[in-house]
């Protein structure tokens, strides 16, 4: 699939670099969209033209994004929302998910909540533990943290506002969320002055759909399988798609072949329930790419 339909323009991409770089990078990928590094890494080639790749961190794409000097590039919503960012939002990959949370030693709470006394609030991100200070009307004083933030109860902190994960780190340290501050995951963000630019947008749109094409097909399987004419009306009666299945007489009027993009998390369910309403020959196949 061309990813840049516009030759004359070249966009400039950043990706993340750190813990969500990989999952950016195989989803570039599977879009036809290699990344080759160089000797430093932060500056690699990509396989297709008219596209100028840069490695940042994510809250610096952020900014750059904001000021322009970037076009497009992958963040995390978290980060757009500390740094109150305007940017357009383009596409949720789904990918790294996680929620900024606020946390406290289990000790510290009265019946499963924050205690109703002057409270010290660290975090590495000052906007978004300010706001959530002011949403639950409490009397606290903040700490900028650089780092290592679950460490700081209960003797430097009695909250703390950070990126949870798994739970694990929190857990480790004895502490418990009281609080889910917002949702985040990896996106792909647009400068508001590249969306301006005719050619730009036209070449940003055609990367983000490659991109949204690539994601529908990790959620759907090609599901192919052959019926006799008696049982034909209670598969295709059972049988999900995405508008209606491909449906062709099979030689000799033995039947029919049927072919549809199905959801993968149904084919556990699926594939005995086609089985017991005559389903034969069935088979399961990956998509690379789909386009509705």
Request: avoid cysteine; proline fraction near 7%.
């Amino acid at each position: 699939m061309t990813t840049l339909e516009s030759p004359n323009t070249t966009l400039r991409l950043a990706v993340p670099k750190g813990r969500i770089e990989a999952g950016v990078t195989n989803l570039l990928a599977d879009a036809g969209i290699r990344l080759r590094s160089g000797p430093r890494g932060y500056r690699p080639t990509a396989s297709v033209p008219n596209l100028e790749v840069k490695v940042l961190k994510p809250q610096n794409i952020v900014e750059m994004l904001a000021a322009g000097t970037r076009d497009i590039g992958f963040a995390g919503a978290d980060w757009v929302a500390e740094k109150g960012a305007d940017l357009v939002e383009l596409l949720d990959t789904g990918l790294d998910p996680v929620q900024v949370v606020a946390a406290a030693p289990d000790s510290l709470l009265v019946d499963g909540k924050l205690p109703d006394r002057p409270l010290v609030v660290a975090s590495e991100m000052e906007r978004l533990a300010h706001t959530w200070i002011e949403s639950r009307g409490l009397d606290a004083n903040f700490v900028r943290s650089y780092g290592a933030t679950e460490v700081f109860p209960p003797e430097d902190a009695d909250v703390i506002v950070d990126i949870m994960d798994t739970g694990e780190t929190l857990a480790a340290n004895g502490l418990v969320v009281v609080d889910v501050v917002m949702s985040s995951s990896t996106r792909v963000y647009a400068s508001r002055k590249a969306m301006e630019d005719p050619e730009k947008k036209r070449a940003i749109d055609g990367l983000v759909l490659s991109l949204r094409s690539v994601l529908e097909a990790r959620h759907r399987a090609m599901l192919e399988l052959n019926v006799t004419d008696d049982e034909f009306e209670r598969v295709i009666a059972i049988l999900p798609a995405m508008r209606e299945p491909t449906v062709a007489p099979l030689h000799g009027g033995a039947g029919y072949a049927i072919k549809a993009a199905v959801p993968r998390q149904d084919l556990p369910t699926l594939i005995p329930l086609l089985k017991a309403h005559g389903a034969t020959d069935i088979v399961v196949s990956r998509l690379e790419q789909i386009v509705p």
